[in-house]
């Protein structure tokens, strides 16, 4: 059974920071490209970050780059996102994905709450 666990959302005072954790199960994890994605009340579903399965680059919307890091740790099935320097417009419901290019496959975790307020 396919499994996408997010976890370390909560509430956090703007300036402060955030480690969000996606635990993997039921696929080959280190074949997929991980991403992480956010929604917002009202708003379209934006792709955050994305680190590759092989050469680990990474890529993050223009909005987080220099105060957000993604990376993933193949042993432990997880894929991780550093968020810094928090501000109240990166308040969302933040996912994770996984996404096989041949045979395409993807999946998605069930989501976790990130809250930016003073």
């Known amino acids: 059974q396919v499994q996408l666990v997010e976890s370390g959302g909560g509430l956090v005072q703007p300036g402060g920071s955030l480690r969000l954790s996606c635990a993997a199960s039921?696929?080959?994890?280190?074949?997929?490209?991980m991403s992480w994605y956010r929604q917002a009340p009202g708003k379209e579903r934006e792709l955050v970050a994305t680190i590759t399965s092989t050469d680990i680059s990474t890529n993050y919307v223009d909005s987080v780059k220099g105060r957000f890091t993604i990376s993933r740790d193949n042993a432990k099935n997880t894929v991780y996102l550093q968020m810094n320097s928090l501000k109240p417009e990166d308040t969302a419901v933040y996912y994770c994905?996984?996404?096989?290019?041949?045979?395409?496959?993807?999946?998605w975790g069930q989501g976790t709450q990130v809250t930016v307020s003073s």
């Open positions: 994905k996984a996404v096989r290019a041949t045979p395409y496959r993807y999946y």
């Open positions: 039921g696929f080959t994890f280190s074949s997929y490209v």
